[in-house]
């Protein structure tokens, strides 16, 4: 569980997000939308740890996200970001069993650690890529291989930005469908811009305003033709949501 | 190891005059020889094999810390500071005992770097930062060398160049270094596989939960202590640093696990060779190793490129 009081959200010194108070449990599907520099990256690195916070409070299963260690964060949060670094060579094999570091961190893979490292391959369809190299596979498999190396963390909270970017239509329902599977027990929170997939299968949505407020609920009760309109600034047609 | 067995022999036997090792258990045979070995050659092969490998794993370390494969253990102005101080004090014509003179030059290279991590940290240590700071350092430095040599007496000059080339035949018998190396060698493995993970990049091995920030910062000091303890040792040996983890790479992969000690190995066997082909090729004169470093190592590693490729 995420729970976030007061929290004011800055890129350098400009406020992106002011006062925000939220609670993201296990069982949810989270959705955050909004604009183009509404802060929606800067918001989901702050949750995972990867960048501190000076005004307001984030907590971990009731622990300051801050006093976590590295892997000890890495064991609660697994995070998916849009920027995807290649690096020096590895195989898109080894590159998912890293996502076992925070469990294992300097023993060899144990056979449960295989055992995810496999499901993830399976569930990402990369059997036949398991022996490539990263750096000779198109930008969809990489960013297969991406959400692989998390599934494979297998951490309690799984933060995802923009998951759906790279991939082919068939596997961004495929994707979506295991997210909602796997919310049952953990806590799912990604970003995305289509609304289509977030009222088909996320149960709660935070819309990001322009001006730093937030819309935060229900999918059911959030997603409506005024709420967007007011978070894109614009004047959409109500059937963009069928 | 064999391979390093198989030059270091070659090496102890080759020079002005060639010595069979048989003389050690040979009794009849003249006890100066046996003095040759011990005072001359094998000091200066064990300084031999131990910078190569320090050079060899510093330039491993910057390398992954810059994630620039054209970094070298110089690039963040290490040497250049021991090499400023060294020259320094051949121009003003102070006779320090050797040791002293060593221990000047690590100092000034430990100096160089709490500068280096006191300026590039002040907010967060950023390998861009770094990298940047440290290259302008090492030019700040350049420009001190250029102008103590072109105000120092020739007599002097052709000492300090061989000294900024790289240089061996000073080495004394010391067994400190050698012992560092190891203590270091197994300090830097057992971040194997953070390495391997650091090397697909910092985000990434962030999320994984690899402490990168501290990490970078341990590996960063490793780096420089071994850098340190080379260029005061030898001056400052081209080539080595910047290329031997390359030939590593083309030799056994990526896997740090086996990077770690082949870069070491391959360090002392470059350097090594390079020592007694630049001590033997003109004797009695002695050339400066940095010549040879590169002359034998460019050809070596264009041919594992092209071996590889």
């Known amino acids: 569980m995420i729970e976030i009081k007061n929290l004011t959200v800055l890129n350098k010194e400009q406020k992106l997000i002011s006062n925000l108070n939220a609670t993201f449990k296990e069982g949810e599907f989270w959705a955050i939308l909004g ?19 000076r005004i307001g409070q984030i907590t971990v299963n009731g622990i300051e996200l801050r006093s976590l260690s590295s892997i000890q964060r890495a064991r609660e949060i697994a995070i998916l970001s849009q920027l995807m670094e290649t690096g020096l060579n590895c195989t898109v094999e ?6 076992r570091y925070a469990w294992n961190k300097l023993k060899n893979n144990k056979r449960s650690d295989e055992k995810l490292i496999n ?62 599977q796997l919310s049952d ?21 935070m819309l990001l305003n322009k001006n730093g407020e937030t819309s935060i609920g229900l999918t059911s009760d959030i997603m409506n033709i005024n709420n967007i309109n007011k978070m894109l600034d614009t004047n959409l047609p109500k059937n963009i949501l069928l | 190891m064999v391979l390093l067995s198989v030059v270091l022999v070659i090496s102890l036997s080759s020079g002005s005059e060639y010595i069979p090792l048989s003389v050690f258990w040979n009794d009849e045979q003249s006890h100066s020889l046996k003095e040759i ?55 003003s014509g102070f006779i320090l005992p050797f040791w002293l003179f060593i221990l000047c030059g690590f100092v000034a290279s430990i100096l160089s770097i709490v ?56 080495s004394q018998l010391s067994f400190l270094p050698l012992i560092l190396l190891i203590i270091g060698s197994l300090w830097v493995f057992r971040y194997h596989k953070e390495l391997d993970i650091m090397a697909r990049g910092d985000l990434f091995a962030n999320k994984c939960g690899v402490d990168v920030k501290s990490i970078n910062l ?92």
């Open chain 1, 94 to 99: 080894q590159n998912i069993a890293y996502g």
């Open chain 1, 35 to 53: 604009k183009n520099g509404t802060g929606k990256t800067t918001l989901l690195h702050t949750l995972a740890g990867l960048l501190d916070y």
């Open chain 2, 218 to 309: 341990t590996l960063l000091i490793t780096a420089s202590v071994f850098t340190a303890i080379a260029v005061s040792m030898a001056g400052t040996i081209g080539f080595v640093g910047l290329v031997v983890p390359h030939i590593a790479r083309l030799l056994v992969g990526n896997c740090h696990a086996h990077l770690i000690p082949i870069s070491a190995i391959m360090g002392a066997v470059v350097l090594l060779i390079a020592d007694t082909v630049s001590r033997t090729i003109l004797a009695p004169i002695q050339l400066p190793v940095g010549i040879f470093t590169a002359l034998f190592g460019v050809p070596l590693f264009l041919y594992l490129m092209t071996k590889r490729s």
């Open chain 1, 185 to 205: 027990k953990k806590l799912i929170i990604i970003v995305t811009h289509d609304i289509q997939y977030v009222k088909a299968y996320c149960s709660h949505v």
């Open chain 2, 115 to 170: 500068l280096l991590i006191t300026i590039s940290s002040r907010n967060g240590l950023k390998t861009n930062n770094l990298l940047l700071t440290g290259v302008v350092i090492a030019f700040a430095y350049g420009a001190m060398i250029s102008l103590i040599l072109s105000i120092s007496p020739l007599s002097t000059t052709k000492s300090m160049l061989f000294w900024l080339m790289g240089d061996l035949s000073f």
């Open chain 2, 37 to 91: 070995i011990y005072t001359l050659r094998l000091p200066r092969a064990i300084n031999a094999i131990t910078v190569g490998a320090l050079l060899s794993l510093a330039g491993l370390l910057i390398q992954n810390l810059v994630k620039n494969p054209l970094a070298d253990p110089y690039i963040l102005g290490i040497s250049g500071a021991s090499a400023f101080i060294q020259l320094l004090i051949i121009a």
């Open chain 1, 119 to 180: 499901a993830a391959i399976n569930n990402m369809e990369l059997e036949e890529l398991r022996q490539k190299s990263i750096q000779e596979i198109s930008g969809g498999e990489l960013r297969k291989v991406e959400i692989a190396t998390i599934l494979a963390q297998n951490s309690q909270i799984m933060i995802l930005d923009e998951p759906l970017n790279h991939l082919d239509i068939s596997f961004r329902y495929k994707l979506m469908h295991l997210l909602k």
